[in-house]
């Protein structure tokens, strides 16, 4: 226990922290929770991670969707070998045909009126978009790094077996899946 004196510890306690997909490759996971640090507002948050087991390195969507692309701060689109040359330079996120690809299919699986008008599920797309993968090597198009007054706007999108995904996958997408074959 720590003495009162020394504050609270903001609700790290009480995160949740859940591992949706494990292999040899890749790992995925979500945290969750409400943190307060002072302020009007709470941190109410679901973050999704993946990072390259092999690597240990946050999983560089690009190698897996070929719609996942780099663009400088000015909005102008970035070659993918020169922006992994320099990360802190970029912003990764989707193209245009994943988005459309999103829309198209678009079913939230936890709400179905949680991206209602009010959300700006254009916005939310361009710029919230995250992949997570689940057990049995399933792409799962989620929203994650909400700003806290549309955190109610969260859910999963869309989910489907990688191998059912060819046409937006990434030639190297096969070496972090084997379903996907050589």
Known sequence: MMPD???TLAGYPDETVEVS???PTLMSWTESGSLFCGGAHP???IEAYTIDVKT????DLSHILKGWVAHDFDGKRVPPEEARTRPSDVIWGPDADVIAFVKAH???QSDPDALDESCGVDDLLANNLAVRFDKGAVLTFT???LPNVIAACWTDLY???VADLKDLLAPEAKDYFP???N
């Open 21 to 23: 997909y494990l292999s």
């Open 5 to 7: 004196v020394a504050g």
């Open 179 to 181: 379903v996907l074959g």
């Open 56 to 59: 240990g390195q946050p999983l």
């Open 106 to 108: 678009l079913k939230p």
């Open 159 to 161: 989910s489907a077996p």
């Open 143 to 145: 929203l994650t790094a």
């Open 43 to 45: 941190d109410n948050h």
